[in-house]
């Protein structure tokens, strides 16, 4: 998977996002990657920056490049963070998924996740990092979706599988990345909030998108672009560059409002 055109590179020149290649002790870096997965009420928005992270000099440094970190397959969608192991392990579970179609599970994801990682520590061997990794899964199941996601455990030394049914009112919102970033609040606040009905794809695309491009103000050395999926019961889509550039207008707009009514001036609507 190359680098790809996505709104971090279209924006560059307006310097909308933060952008570039950073070189920083790793010791002081905040985590990369910021990504979150939203259900509406006539499909999905899965969300992420675009941002990964290579190393030099022994790991002393990071570099961090402009690539895809939202996969779709004809059987399903997932994203990875958290290094190539956890692309590598995403990839594995959906050629298993590809190779046995079946409804994704606790046992079949623990399993094709933890053999694929066997492999990929074999290959590394003393190269292997214990660091944080998150893969989650999206697979149309008949109206609906099942989501799935594998989290690393460092002490265990392996992936253990969890489902995200919806809530009772039909809501679920799964976080992965840099999942302190207090940009979450745009989602816990008007998307989980009991006061707001479930939204649509529309809605969803302008909350996740303003999350991921304020998570990438508040962890400018860690996240940075966006990149987004849709989906339905017919399938999965790419966002188009031209609307990706919108929805970072937009979110630039919010931000320039909120500080005028901030501001030292009364303000007045």
Not at 181 to 193: F, L, S, T
Not at 220 to 228: A, D, K, N, R, Y
């Given at each position: 998977?190359?680098?790809?055109?996505?709104?971090?590179?279209?924006?560059?020149?307006?310097?909308?996002?933060?952008?570039?290649?950073?070189?920083?002790?790793?010791?002081?870096?905040?985590p990369v990657t910021l990504q979150v997965v939203l259900r509406g009420t006539d499909g999905i928005v899965i969300a992420s920056d675009t941002r990964m992270e290579s190393h030099r000099s022994e790991r002393k440094f990071r570099m961090t490049d402009s690539i895809s970190k939202i996969v779709v397959t004809p059987k399903l969608v997932y994203t990875f963070a958290g290094d190539n192991c956890a692309k590598e392990i995403g990839e594995a579970v959906s050629k298993e998924v590809a190779a046995n179609p079946q409804p994704l599970s606790a046992d079949f994801i623990g399993e094709a996740s933890n053999s694929a990682l066997e492999k990929y520590k074999m290959n590394l061997g003393n190269e292997f990092v214990e660091m944080p990794r998150k893969i989650i899964w999206v697979q149309v199941e008949g109206a609906g979706f099942a989501v799935w996601s594998a989290l690393y455990d460092i002490r265990e030394g392996q992936f253990k599988p969890y489902t995200h049914p919806a809530e009772f009112d039909g809501k679920f919102g799964v976080f992965a990345g840099d999942?302190?970033?207090?940009?979450?609040?745009?989602?816990?606040?008007?998307?989980?909030?009991?006061?707001?009905?479930l939204r649509n794809i529309s809605s969803l695309t302008r909350i996740a998108a303003h999350m991921i491009l304020t998570g990438g103000l508040l962890n400018?050395?860690?996240?940075?672009?966006?990149?987004?999926v849709v989906?339905?019961?017919?399938?999965?889509?790419?966002?188009?560059?031209?609307e990706l550039r919108e929805l970072a207008e937009l979110s630039r707009r919010i931000h320039e409002e909120n500080n005028k009514r901030f501001s030292d001036q009364d303000y007045l609507p």
């Open positions: 998977m190359g680098n790809i055109r996505n709104v971090e590179s279209v924006l560059a020149a307006d310097r909308t996002l933060a952008v570039g290649v950073q070189n920083c002790p790793l010791e002081v870096l905040p999942e302190s970033n207090q940009a979450r609040y745009i989602v816990e606040y008007y998307y989980k909030n009991d006061n707001y009905l400018s050395t860690g996240v940075g672009g966006l990149e987004m989906g339905n019961s017919s399938g999965f889509a790419r966002v188009p560059t031209e």
